[in-house]
């Protein structure tokens, strides 16, 4: 899968639990995800023996055995045992991911030599109370993104959620960097949507108090996984944060759905296949993010 190279989202830490291989496709690549003594560690998901599934096996001082012949590899990708001759084979690796944990998410690097932190928003209080709602869209992760950096298509797929009254004309401004996108409502920048490369969105709402973050997340060519977390300081009593948050996802889950139905029906499914489309002012943002997409891909 064409991609620029970096850090991307891939997942919830909660979604590789301790004792067993987890697998997940990303990148148009299959993964095999485990954990030693929590430490995470991914693998691509084939044994380099004879091509089974590793996330098909099971886990043993720390590393992942393979179901077909037993062959154990760490978490570097090191053969460390092949049980016919009782030893290790140095030269017998599976291909390792690099991988971070951070805020709850679990990122890998898509390239060869993984440098710097990845991308996240100081916006974000630790100490917020936050829910996530997981979406799949059949379509390319481009299409997903701009979704998200298009402010007048508001009035139209949500006019009787949150682009009730919205103005499609009403002028919106732009910061444009190479490595990330803002637009904001008001000179005055109180609220605004940031995204930032490769894979994560930001809409401040009430600073410091609710925010909705989103990550774009590539399963291959054809479909993106969504987390929507949206992070709240209104209540942080347990039993009442846990029942805003879930009045919270299911709000979040209709809008997102109304945006799904406009986005899975747009054509090519990537926009680096599309070159007869015609952007308007409101659009700067998508022109901009095609243009640096089409660069860091070398399009």
């Not at 993964?31 to 599934?53: G, N, V, Y």
């Not at 022109?287 to 891909?297: D, G, I, K, N, V």
Request: charged content about 25%; glycine content about 8%.
């Amino acid at each position: 899968m064409r991609l620029p190279e970096g850090w991307y989202l891939i997942g919830e830490s909660r979604e590789v639990p301790e004792g067993k291989p987890v697998f997940m496709k990303r990148f148009g690549r299959e993964l095999c995800l485990f954990r030693d003594h929590e430490k995470l560690s991914i693998l691509h998901d084939r044994c380099p023996h004879r091509s089974a599934s590793l996330a098909g096996g099971t886990l043993s001082d720390g590393c992942v055995v393979c179901p077909f012949h037993g062959f154990r590899f760490d978490s570097e990708g090191s053969c460390t045992l092949v049980p016919e001759t009782k030893k290790a084979a140095p030269n017998l690796k599976a291909e390792s991911v690099a991988c971070l944990e951070r805020h709850g998410f679990i990122f890998a690097f898509h390239g060869a030599n993984a440098t710097g932190e990845p991308p996240w928003f100081s916006e974000i209080d630790g100490g917020l109370a936050h829910s996530t709602l997981v979406s799949t869209w059949s379509t390319h992760i481009t299409r997903c993104v701009e979704n998200q950096l298009d402010y007048a298509h508001l009035p139209f797929v949500h006019r009787n959620t949150i682009g009730g009254g919205t103005d499609p004309s009403r002028p919106v401004f732009f910061e444009l960097e190479s490595d990330s996108i803002k637009m904001y409502t008001d000179e005055k920048k109180s609220s605004f949507f940031h995204f930032k490369f490769n894979n994560v969105w930001l809409l401040n709402i009430l600073p410091g108090r609710f925010l909705q973050f989103l990550a774009f997340v590539p399963v291959d060519e054809e479909e993106t996984r969504l987390y929507l977390r949206a992070y709240q300081g209104f209540c942080t009593l347990p039993l009442l944060k846990t029942l805003l948050g879930v009045l919270i996802n299911f709000q979040n889950q209709y809008i997102l759905n109304q945006d799904k139905k406009v986005v899975m029906s747009q054509l090519p499914r990537s926009v680096m296949d599309t070159d007869d489309e015609h952007l308007y002012p409101s659009d700067r943002g998508i022109a901009h993010f095609r243009s640096r997409w089409r660069e860091l891909t070398g399009q």
